[in-house]
């Protein structure tokens, strides 16, 4: 679970590719209502407002209500958690090819 909201996981939220459409849409703006967002998908707004819902309990996404729009903005302070994963896994893959690389140095000579 994510430590920022316990009701979602990070990466259960960004395991959908819509959800990963529309944190990188988000990214890209400071923030976007609900409507603009709805536009850059093929499908409807209550489809797009259930992906938001599961970015928000991830607490990757804020919201605010402007008169009768909701617009949202990224809080991209939970995908440090899957920085730190893919770190991890990164120092791993560099190890172990750095020990290939010496065996097969050493088979060499």
Same mark, same amino acid.
Do not use: C
């Given at each position: 679970m994510?430590e920022?909201? @316990?009701?979602r996981d990070?990466?259960?939220a960004?395991a959908d @590719?819509?959800?990963?459409?529309?944190?990188?849409?988000?990214?890209?703006?400071?923030?976007?209502p609900?409507?603009?967002?709805?536009?850059?998908?093929?499908?409807?707004r209550?489809a797009?407002?259930?992906?938001?819902?599961?970015?928000k309990e991830?607490?990757l996404?804020?919201?605010?209500k402007?008169?009768r729009?909701?617009r949202f903005?990224?809080?991209?302070? @939970?995908l440090?958690?899957?920085?730190?994963?893919?770190?991890?896994?990164?120092?791993f893959?560099?190890?172990?090819?750095?020990?290939?690389?010496?065996?097969?140095e050493?088979?060499e000579e």
């Open positions: 994510s920022n909201n @316990p009701l990070t990466f259960d960004i @590719p819509t959800r990963r459409e529309l944190i990188r849409l988000l990214a890209e703006a400071e923030e976007v609900l409507h603009e967002l709805t536009s850059q998908f093929q499908m409807g209550t797009v407002s259930k992906h938001l819902t599961i970015l991830a607490g996404v804020l919201d605010r402007v008169g729009e909701t903005r990224l809080n991209a302070e @939970p440090r958690e899957i920085q730190h994963w893919v770190s991890f896994y990164s120092k893959w560099n190890t172990n090819l750095i020990r290939l690389q010496h065996l097969l050493e088979e």
